[in-house]
């Protein structure tokens, strides 16, 4: 744990995203919700919709909402960053960070198999607000 608090507050850099201000809705356009990332009701084709239902589950199941906010999962935790507002997140990052943990965020490696650990990734990685 050294370092731990060097690392925290490293990372709890202002983000004050609200946490859901839906936009206002541009000109009635029918492709509108191509534009829109991916809340699981888009619909969209190349969107795993079993494996983010998967990672949904795993992301309660396993108390992450307890530490962090993802409005996906109606969750508001704030010991750990928000995982909305963030664009760096990808499903490489997320993968490692579930897996190895880092400062306060427990690592998950030990029990999540890596699949489990990839589909929460999968799922936060497109659910999350950019
Ligand atoms: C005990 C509170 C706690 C729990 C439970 C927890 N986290 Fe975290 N998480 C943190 C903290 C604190 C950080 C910041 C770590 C750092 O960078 O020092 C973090 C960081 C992260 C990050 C990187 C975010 C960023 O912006 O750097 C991701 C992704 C993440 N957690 C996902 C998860 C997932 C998925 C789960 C559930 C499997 C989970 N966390 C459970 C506290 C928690």
């Known amino acids: 744990m050294v370092g731990t608090l060097a690392i925290l507050s490293a990372c709890m850099l202002p983000s004050s995203e609200a ?7 541009p000109a009635a356009t029918p492709t509108a ?6 809340t699981a ?8 919709q079993a494996r983010i239902a998967g990672g949904r589950e795993l992301f309660s199941n396993w108390g992450c909402a307890a530490c962090h906010t993802l409005s996906d999962a109606q969750s508001n935790g704030a010991v750990g960053p928000s995982l909305d507002g963030n664009a760096s997140l ?16 427990p690592a998950f490696g030990g029990q999540l198999s890596p699949k489990e650990v990839a589909d929460i990734a999968y799922y936060i990685a497109h659910v999350a607000k950019k």
């Open 33 to 38: 919700a191509a534009t829109i990332p991916a």
């Open 19 to 25: 946490v859901s201000q839906p936009a206002p809705a």
């Open 90 to 105: 990808t499903e490489d990052f997320i993968t490692a960070r579930v897996t190895n943990g880092q400062g306060a965020m």
């Open 41 to 48: 009701a888009a619909g969209s084709a190349a969107l795993d």
